[in-house]
């Protein structure tokens, strides 16, 4: 291992040699590049602790799962068709195939956008991992009831369906952005977009057995608070890592990622203390990850003190939306659709309200005399709610034709751990359940009637 060492680390400089040669192409991009990537990557497992901390123990593993999975699933079909449909070509609405399978994706600095001073193959996998945490925000809704084989066949497909067109209306040059739409780092594309889909997912695949007949409390808030953490760590490469370059744009993006969900766990706090008197962890949580999703469509668009206030406004309507879903008959099991659907909405259009060209060197907002930003703000936001809704009710149909959705009521009651995978988070006693079905044993021989022995 020792001759190594020094073969490699000459391959390592005469390649940053060459990096530095390229005036197109920016060592310092790229090394905050590859650690946005990075971060944004870690917010998929930080989202399975986050979301698995929230069910109870017999479904921790499924639930922590379907975040994992999207890493494979995915981020696979991203690689081989996702990317070329999102951010590719000259059309308005879908991208063609010249980067499909990988075609055309190198080490050069050209590709889906001609400006990048970094790797086209690293821009790439940075997009990847956004398509990754959108489709695995979407299991929260259907948590400890869909079947695992059915949700990987339906994250796959709406990675391509959903998720890649809505990235090419906005990010790829689109009809969207070509009406003046602004998303920075994907209060639409993700939070939106994911939002919705859960939203119809709940409804098509309906309520949880026990669901509204007894307690179905968090099993593990530790976990839900360390998911919470890494989420707010990994979100500086979401946010500040969009600037696709290490700049004054990035500095801003990463204050206003502090400063918003700083500001909404404020207002949360007050919230809670006023209606019940106290502040719960998981309510501080929820406060953090919808202040950070409030501030992903501004993030380098807006001055740091309407990033405060940003970060309060949008606490109140997911605040309450959350509280009308908990009497409601709706069974959005984690509460996505009011953490990342209405705060993406309230982020989105607070986005053509504070934003300043002073700011962003862009365009101006509200504020700064031009109020028909929010009109063209909400219509991108009605166009990814049609349009994710129904594509999303086709895909579950379609879905549901090949294989069954929803678990038994059986399944449910014993836990997906063990009826989906076979294991379980937790052993008590001696030994855990065992997986396997009993032999039927065989019914008892009737007696004749009459006659002798």
């Known amino acids: 291992m020792k001759n190594l060492r020094l073969p490699l680390f000459v391959l390592g400089l005469l390649g940053g040699l060459a990096l530095a040669e390229d005036p197109a192409m920016s060592a310092a991009d ?18 399975a602790f986050f979301y698995g901390g929230l069910v109870r123990s017999k479904n921790v593993l499924n639930t922590m799962m379907m975040s994992f999975s999207a890493l494979g699933f995915v981020g696979v079909a991203w690689a081989l068709l996702g990317y070329s449909l999102a951010l590719s070509g000259e059309g308005n609405f879908i991208g063609d195939l010249r980067f499909a399978f990988l075609s055309n994706v190198g080490l050069e600095n050209s590709g889906a956008i001609a400006s990048i001073t970094i790797p086209h193959l690293l821009w790439m996998v940075f997009q990847g991992t956004f398509a990754i945490i959108t489709a695995a925000l979407v299991s929260g809704a259907i948590v400890e009831r869909m079947r695992f084989p059915a949700f990987l066949l339906f994250i796959t497909l709406w990675s391509l369906v959903v998720y890649a067109p809505i990235a090419k209306w906005v990010w790829g040059g689109g009809f969207l952005a070509d009406l003046g739409a602004w998303d920075f780092a994907g209060g639409t594309v993700v939070h939106i977009n994911a939002g919705i889909a859960a939203l119809v997912a709940a409804l098509v695949l309906g309520p949880r057995k026990d669901f509204g007949r007894q307690a179905i409390l968090p099993h593990n808030v530790p976990f839900v608070l360390l998911g919470a953490a890494f989420l707010w760590f990994g979100w500086f490469g979401f946010n500040a890592g969009s600037a696709w370059a290490a700049n004054a744009t ?50 380098a668009f807006v001055a740091p003190i309407y990033a405060l206030a940003m970060g309060a406004i949008g606490a109140f309507p997911s605040y309450f939306v959350l509280l009308w879903r908990a009497k409601s008959g709706l069974d959005d099991s984690l509460d996505v659709f009011a953490a990342h659907g209405v705060a993406g909405m309230a ?91 009993e032999a039927p044993k065989p019914s008892a021989q009737p007696k004749p009637v009459g006659g002798t022995d």
């Open 30 to 47: 790229t090394a905050w590049m590859l650690v946005a990537t990075g971060l944004v990557l870690l917010m998929t497992p930080a989202l």
């Open 347 to 437: 982020g989105a259009v607070l986005t053509g309200v504070f934003a300043q060209e002073s700011v962003n060197g862009l365009f101006n907002g509200l504020i700064a005399g031009n109020p028909a930003q929010v009109l063209i703000q909400a219509f991108a936001v009605l166009i990814a709610v049609v349009y994710s809704a129904g594509m999303t009710f086709l895909l579950l149909k379609l879905v549901g034709l090949l294989t069954a959705l929803k678990a038994s009521p059986k399944e449910e009651g014993l836990g997906m751990d063990v009826t989906q995978h076979g294991e379980e988070a937790y052993t008590s006693g001696e030994g855990a359940i065992l997986v396997r079905s």
């Open 250 to 299: 990035a500095g801003l993006a990463l204050a206003n990622t502090i400063l918003a969900p700083a500001a909404t766990l404020v207002v949360w706090s007050l919230l809670d203390l006023f209606r019940t008197g106290r502040v719960t962890a998981v309510g501080l949580a929820t406060a953090i990850v919808v202040g950070l999703v409030v501030i992903t469509p501004a993030a």
